[in-house]
């Protein structure tokens, strides 16, 4: 009985302890296959997802594809269709105003109706409310009498100042804005959105012409000739100015078409009465409805063939200069690493294997530091989404303000992505006020961007212009900041922490190693400038077509291009921050944490002295507030693209070192 079960014991303890070792073996192994795999499906999914992005980017380039969004909206013809006006602009002041506060024809406060606007149309100012004109489909309406308004002479000192400052009425139907037609030098036709509110003459005395008098043209479209029912496809607008003697309809009516005598704003001492009119002319157009917002997204004359032209030589440019540094450095750090493997007891360390006990010591600042990589990688993942949905077509034309209520609406949920990534970098540096780091990467950036938008907004409020935040938006987006940001920036933080920190090759030293003098092209200063030239170049081109899509109020659908060129920035401020950071490594010095992170993001001091030459040159606008306003919105632009470059250049240095300090590892 002893001896049964002694062998008994043994043998199920053997068995027991072997199938144990065995499946443990075998479970990680297959945990191991497991990751790799895992890892490569990744790789592979983003890698098709680019390649895809890609492709559907130059279609939309060579297509023209424009996403009108959401259904055809279709009207009767007995129904009355409803004219919204929006705001006043100006190529010569970025001050909107809203319309109906203008010394014009307005409906009572019980008629007045608001159309419902989303985050993104108040932010940019967009006040659309209903008018009091009746466009009564295909019937000949002939030329109708508005209203009879008194104007005081601040009425008229307020006109007179419109005009003098080009100030254009935007006004829409069925989402489509009213625009006037122009002919360019070699006489192709293109539509300008919106319509001036009158003209001044110049000569020995300036004089100042109200249009008091439109010509509004509906293009149109029936599913079938049977129909009863059309879809608007274009709506433009005539503008004159008439003088008329006496004001009835019926005078109005006889004498609109055939009055030469212009209507001229004096300055008076006493109220005067203007007549306002408007006739509506109705065209039948082949134009189909899903190629309506062609007519408004047409480049001017020869801007198309610049545009094609620049992006394709930066395409080239950047990626000859990519494929060269990328051969360099890869001949070169494969011949330091052959030569120093094969030889690895005899050959004397130096450049950079000689600094590797030194090259992850924390950066001065480390606090500071990883706050800005956090804020830098929310600015980069609200930017890709924001064109991505461009590049797709979720964001259209048709739905103003749509990019600007997704970029904000994307940069507040990208808060939990701050959080995390900064915190990460942060257990890099074994920082103990883990706590207060979270806080910053929540609170700094968007303090001083909200402090910067508060301060302009302020002399907005000023000058009454329908771009000032309202109280109300104030409040939403403060509890957006405070109420769903800061919350996910803490909760990325805390899920940083519970991970294990990012294992580093090498240890550090306890004492600092002295880091010998640098020739001339390798100080910080002439380093950290020069760097920023490329990013700067692969993308200023298309920053002018943005720019003029702000200041000009124009629309812009290039998302194709622009995806196109984020890409290039990408490789651009990766590959540059590298060589750099190479070079400096191979000089011992080892401080390449914050040059890292600054060599790109110098590309935003660039980008801030062309929009000095873009003012210069491309803009009329008013000095004081225009101008105040004009470099506030666009400082902020600027420390958008700071962190943006910035963080892309670190990241792309911490994979460098990281790679090529594994290699020589020493325990």
């Known amino acids: 009985h002893s001896l049964t079960h002694s062998l008994t014991h043994s043998l199920t303890h053997s068995l027991t302890h072997s199938l144990t070792h065995s499946l443990t073996h075998s479970l990680t192994l297959i945990g191991v296959k497991m990751i790799f795999t895992t890892n490569r499906v990744i790789i592979g999914l983003s890698t098709l997802f680019l390649i895809l992005l890609i492709i559907a980017s130059i279609v939309s380039i060579h297509k023209g594809f424009i996403q009108v969004g959401g259904k055809s909206q279709l009207y009767n013809e007995g129904e009355p269709l409803p004219l919204w006006v929006n705001k006043a602009t100006s190529v010569h002041s970025p001050i909107p105003y809203r319309y109906h506060d203008l010394p014009l024809c307005s409906p009572s406060a019980d008629q007045l109706k608001y159309k419902t606007e989303t985050l993104g149309e108040i932010i940019t100012g967009n006040r659309i409310e209903s008018s009091l004109y009746e466009l009564v489909p295909f019937s000949p309406s002939g030329c109708k009498l508005l209203c009879i308004k008194k104007l005081t002479p601040k009425d008229v000192s307020i006109l007179r100042d419109l005009i003098k400052d080009q100030y254009l009425g935007q006004w829409e139907i069925d989402s489509l804005p009213a625009a006037v037609k122009m002919v360019a030098s070699n006489g192709e036709k293109v539509y300008e959105t919106g319509f001036p509110l009158g003209i001044m003459t110049t000569g020995a005395e300036s004089e100042y012409e109200l249009f008091n008098h439109v010509r509004i043209s509906i293009s149109y479209n029936k599913p079938s000739a049977e129909s009863s029912q059309y879809r608007v ?181 990208m808060g939990v992505i701050a959080g995390y990534s900064s915190s990460r970098i942060y257990q890099l540096f074994s920082g103990e006020q883990n706590t207060r780091q979270i806080l910053v990467t929540a609170l700094l950036f968007p303090g001083i961007i909200f402090s910067i938008t508060f301060f302009l907004n302020c002399f907005l409020w000023y000058k009454r212009s329908s771009g000032a935040f309202p109280f109300t938006t104030m409040l939403s987006i403060i509890a957006l900041w405070f109420c769903i940001s800061v919350p996910l920036c803490f909760l990325g933080g805390r899920l940083a922490l519970r991970k294990e920190p990012i294992k580093l090759p090498g240890t550090v030293n306890d004492i600092p190693r002295q880091i010998p003098s640098t020739k001339w092209y390798l100080n910080p200063y002439i380093s950290i400038a020069a760097g920023g030239v490329l990013p700067f170049g692969a993308v200023f081109i298309e920053a002018f077509f943005i720019m003029t899509s702000i200041w000009l109020h124009r629309y812009y659908a290039l998302f194709g291009f622009l995806f196109l060129v984020f890409l290039i920035l990408i490789i651009t401020c990766a590959e540059v921050a590298i060589v750099l950071c190479y070079f400096n490594l191979c000089n011992e010095d080892w401080q390449w944490w914050w040059r890292s992170f600054l060599t790109p993001a110098t590309s935003a001091f660039y980008l801030l002295l062309y929009s000095i030459y873009y003012y210069a040159t491309k803009l009329e606008l008013d000095p004081g507030v225009a101008s105040l306003l004009y470099f506030g919105y666009t400082f902020i632009l600027c420390l958008l693209f700071f962190v943006l470059t910035g963080v892309i250049g670190f990241y792309s240095s911490f994979w460098f070192v990281r790679k090529i300090y594994q290699v020589i590892h020493q325990d």
């Open 233 to 413: 496809i274009l709506v433009e607008v005539h503008p004159f100015s008439i003088q008329y003697e006496t004001v009835t309809e019926q005078t109005v009516k006889d004498s609109c078409t055939i009055s030469k005598t212009p209507l001229k704003l004096k300055e008076t001492a006493t109220d005067i009465e203007v007549a306002f009119s408007y006739e509506v002319e109705w065209i039948e157009t082949p134009i189909a409805w899903e190629n309506r917002w062609n007519n408004y997204l047409q480049l001017h004359s020869g801007s198309e063939k610049i545009h094609w032209f620049s992006i394709i030589n930066s395409i080239v440019i950047i990626g000859f200069l990519s494929g060269s540094v990328a051969m360099i450095m890869s001949r070169t750090i494969r011949r330091d690493l052959a030569k120093y493997l094969e030889d690895k007891d005899e050959v004397e360390e130096t450049g950079w294997k000689l600094v590797r006990t030194e090259v992850f010591r924390a950066p001065p600042n480390d606090l500071l530091f990883s706050a800005l990589v956090g804020s830098g990688v929310q600015v980069f993942f609200m930017a890709i989404v924001s064109i991505v949905f461009g590049v797709l077509g979720f964001i259209s034309p048709s739905n103003t303000g749509s990019f600007t209520t997704a970029a904000l609406v994307l940069y507040v949920w």
